[in-house]
Every structure is written in structure tokens, then in C-alpha cells.
């Protein structure tokens, strides 16, 4: 491995790690919100209300963004989900980007 790819790997495990985190924030973020929907669980003590709010404030803004772009599907707000999408599709290219500097650089 070059030298580019010495300083380019830890940027990428780095990014690599962001982007696994944020995932899981969000499907968190889901898993929380059909809980709430379907009543299987309340948010009426401070500290569920202070993690709640803790998860709107990280996921409001990227799903305010793609609300802009994706119109509700039957009422229905699929923004989570298409943030999903998007954030395995960058996950997946920064792995094969990663394997692809460790092979040829």
C-alpha cells in the first residue's frame, strides 16, 4: 500500500464508522417511533423524553431535507426509509472504495 493509501484508510475507517452509527441512530429512530405509534410504549419520564428529543434533533434536519425531494406515499412519511437507503448505499461504497485503495494503492 502506498503512501496515499496509509493516509487515506484511517479517513475512510473513520467515515466508515460515522456513517454505521448513524444508521443504527436512525433505525433506532424507527424502531422508537412504530413503538410510540402502535402504543407499545410511552414517553412520559424525563429521560425519555430527553432521548427523544436527542434523536429528532440528530434526524429532523437529513429527513426535512428529503421531505423536500420524496412526498409522503399515502399520507405515509417514507423520509427514514429512503435515509436508509442512502446511508447503506454510501456505506457500501466506502467499503469497496477501502478494498479498492488497500488492492491498488
Known amino acids: ?3 496515499i493509501g ?4 484511517p479517513l475512510l475507517d473513520i467515515l466508515g464508522f460515522v456513517i454505521d452509527l448513524y444508521f443504527k441512530i436512525v433505525v433506532v ?3 422508537i ?3 410510540l405509534h402502535y402504543k407499545l410504549m410511552t414517553v412520559h419520564n ?3 423524553e430527553k432521548f427523544m428529543e436527542i434523536l ?4 429532523e ?3 426535512k431535507k428529503i421531505r423536500e425531494k420524496v412526498p409522503p406515499v399515502s399520507g405515509y412519511d417514507v423520509a427514514p426509509y429512503v435515509l436508509l437507503l442512502i446511508i447503506a448505499f454510501i456505506g457500501s461504497f466506502i467499503t469497496h472504495l477501502s478494498r479498492w485503495i488497500e488492492q491498488y494503492m
Open 1 to 3: 500500500m502506498g503512501v
Open 6 to 9: 496509509l493516509f487515506l484508510m
Open 33 to 35: 417511533y412504530w413503538l
Open 61 to 63: 434536519p437529513v429527513y
Open 29 to 31: 429512530d424507527i424502531v
Open 46 to 48: 424525563k429521560y425519555a
Open 56 to 59: 429528532k434533533n440528530i434526524t
